[in-house]
């Protein structure tokens, strides 16, 4: 009896080490949210289409990351960054690997 249950505790715990739930941490974005962001927006108009950044610096306001990653079995796959630069209150430039190529999208839509 003892046998049949360590048997079945074993391979409970072994069936469930197989597979390892992708977790998508941050930002979420689209392309098309992103291509409607241009110089000179303000704060307010950009939040509305991006929504709020990921981290915002309390020492920096002038600079908003968005941030998306995907770690599988503890080891990070996909790291994106989209910043974004402001100067006197207006989107001045971007940076980042969000989307590097159009072709590239490795995000699913959520509808």
């Known amino acids: 009896m003892k046998v049949i249950i360590v048997?079945?505790?074993?391979?409970?715990?072994?069936?469930?080490?197989c597979y390892k739930t992708p977790v998508q941490q941050g930002n979420i974005l689209k392309q098309e949210d992103i291509d409607e962001v241009r110089p000179g927006m303000t704060k307010q108009q950009v939040v509305i289409i991006l929504g709020t950044p990921t981290v915002a610096d309390p020492f920096n306001q002038d600079r908003w990351d968005y941030i998306n990653t995907t770690k599988i079995k503890g080891e990070f796959k996909k790291v994106k960054k989209l910043s974004l630069?402001?100067?006197?209150?207006?989107?001045?430039?971007?940076?980042?690997?969000?989307?590097?190529?159009?072709?590239?999208?490795?995000?699913?839509?959520?509808d």
């Open 7 to 17: 048997g079945t505790l074993l391979a409970i715990f072994g069936l469930t080490g």
């Open 85 to 110: 630069f402001f100067e006197n209150n207006q989107l001045v430039r971007t940076e980042g690997n969000y989307f590097p190529n159009k072709d590239d999208v490795t995000t699913t839509d959520v």
